[in-house]
Structures are given as C-alpha cells and as structure tokens.
C-alpha cells in the first residue's frame, strides 16, 4: 500500500550472487519492502560496473544493505551514490567493502557480526566438549576394532572436569564462548592485551600472559581478529607451551596460527587440533590435515550457514528499521574499533 507521505529511505542490495536467496526469506523481502522504497529483487553484484538498472538505483540509493561479496566502496563508486548515508551489512566484518572513502564521506556503518558470532561460539564449545572427551579418538578407535576393550583404560585422564580452557582474544566470539562454557566445570583463563583483571573478573575469567595460558590449557581456542599484529600469534614458542594431549582449536583466520610450526607437533601426535580455518584457506591436496587421526579439518564452516543466515537477516533489518526511524544503529561500527577488530 502506498504510503501518503513516504518519508521511507531508498536502499539497494549489493552482494555476490547467490547469497541474497539464501540470507532472505519472503518475509524478510516482505519487511525490507515495508521499511524502504526499493525493489527487494533488485541485488547490485558489481557497483564498479553496474547494470543500467543498479546504476540508477544506486544514485537514488540512501542506504546499501550488503553481504558477503559486496563491493568495495572505493571514492569512484561512491561517487555514483551521491545520496548514499548508511551501509547496513549483513554480516561479519565490513574490512571486505568499507574503505576510508566511507568514513570521509561520513557514512554510516553497522554489520551483523554479533549475529554471526553466536555459531562460530556454539561450535567452539562443541568442540572443547568433544576434544577434553576424545570423542573423535574414541569414535576412530570404536571403528577400528569392533570389539570388546578396556575404554576406562584407554581413556583414562580425559573429561571436562576442572580442565582449563584458553581463550585467546576477548572478541565477540570469545566473549560468547566464555559465556557459553560458564555452566561447565571448567576454569577459563583470557589471553587479550586489550582486557585488564578487573574487566576479565567481570567476565568469570582470569586474565593471564599468553604464554602462561598456553602453558595452562588443555584447549586453547583463538578468537583475535586477523591484523598484522596477530600474524602467527600462535607460533613454535606458543605451541611449545601446550601441555601434551593439548588441543587447539582455531575458528579465526589461518593466519593466526603459524601452520609450519604446528604440523610437527600434529603429525608426532604430541598435539591435537580443530580447524575451521587454515593458511591457505584451502589447504594444498597433499596436506597432511585431512589425514591426520588427532585433527578435524572443516571448510569454514563454523559461521552463519543455512538458517543460520536468516539470523543475520533479521539483525540488519532491525538496524535498516532504526535508520529509517532516525535513530542511530543500536551497534555501529566505528573506524576506531574496525582497527583492533575483525
């Protein structure tokens, strides 16, 4: 229905092909309709050469309602949305598309990562569960020998019990998985150089050196954001640290972790790993990780996938909805904090 007076911003969808089919259902097309004016079905994949009919809505265009595959806004894009005042994205990180053509021209941003970040932490505790259990050795060894044997012997010394748990960057995924393990017994310790005792305290967790988490953890989990600060954050040094039996979960970015210094230590067996993410992030054919009986190796997958997307969608339509009230976005997205973020 029309609207008598429509006040109602004019936005278009800008991502990669595909991915608006997956990340909104008909009832978020329905809202997105009801809170713009703009054509749901109409997704700009390529701003820096678009098709006459983006182009033209990309003039008109107040606010951009993007995800994965956006295009970069670089100062010549932007210059074909003289109008545009806000980017809502709907998901993770921005680092991908927003540049600092953006932040000159005042746009403003807000992404859906806290929504994002809730798999990837559910995950990450499934997998600190499993791995203190030897749930994936316990499964191999139960399918190899399909026969009676002594499990209390073999996997004497495993359990959850008072285990610590290293968290290793206090980002939104882990200050969710920190929230998620506090019904467990488990003792948490934090690694982040931004996070002092006092707010680590307020968190449940004790704030400690790396190394001394390292040397503490029978799961270390990473969870900073990919900078080149952090590059091989967890390197030979830290992985040195990791008591034997130890398991390290990584569900960040590959780089993170310095793989040439891990593989040793996975192929002898001394350690063992969950992997999400890897450098490069598909590892070569002849990789050891696909093989390896103390490593479980998944394609980036711990993030937002089938409904999961749905989540995000309606994350970033609550925050198109405050932008169309005139209010700003509940979580924003600043230049300040995207430099110690994801």
Sequence with gaps: ???ATDNRPKALLAMAPGIAERLLAEHHRTRLAAL??????????????????????LAEAEVLFTCWGATPLTAEVLAAAPRLRAVVHAAGSVKHHITDACWERGIAVTSAAAANALPVA??????????????????RRYRELRADHDWLDELDGT?????TVGIVGASR?????????????????????????EEAAALGVRSASLAQVCADSSVLSVHAPQLPATHH??????????????????TARGSLVDEDALLPELVSGRLHAVLDVTEPELPSPQSPLYDLPNVLLTPHVAGSLGNELHRMA?????????????LPFADPVTPGALRHSA
């Excluded at 054509?39 to 983006?54: K, M, Q, S, W």
């Design 233 to 250: 954050l967890i390197g030979a040094e830290q992985l040195a640290l990791l008591p034997d039996g130890a398991t390290l979960i990584n």
């Design 314 to 326: 309606d994350q970033s339509l609550d925050e198109l909805e405050r932008f169309a009230r005139g």
């Design 173 to 197: 995924i882990g200050r969710r998985v920190i929230e998620l393990l506090r019904p467990f017994d488990l003792d948490v310790t934090l690694y982040d150089p931004y996070v002092g005792a």
């Design 122 to 139: 559910e995950y990450t505790v499934a997998a600190v569960l499993f791995a203190n259990k030897r749930v994936l050795h316990s499964a």
């Design 159 to 163: 359990g959850n019990y008072r285990r």
């Design 1 to 3: 229905m029309p609207h």
């Design 36 to 57: 713009t004016r703009t054509d749901p079905r109409l997704v700009g994949h390529d701003l820096a050469a678009p098709t006459p009919e983006v182009a033209a809505a």
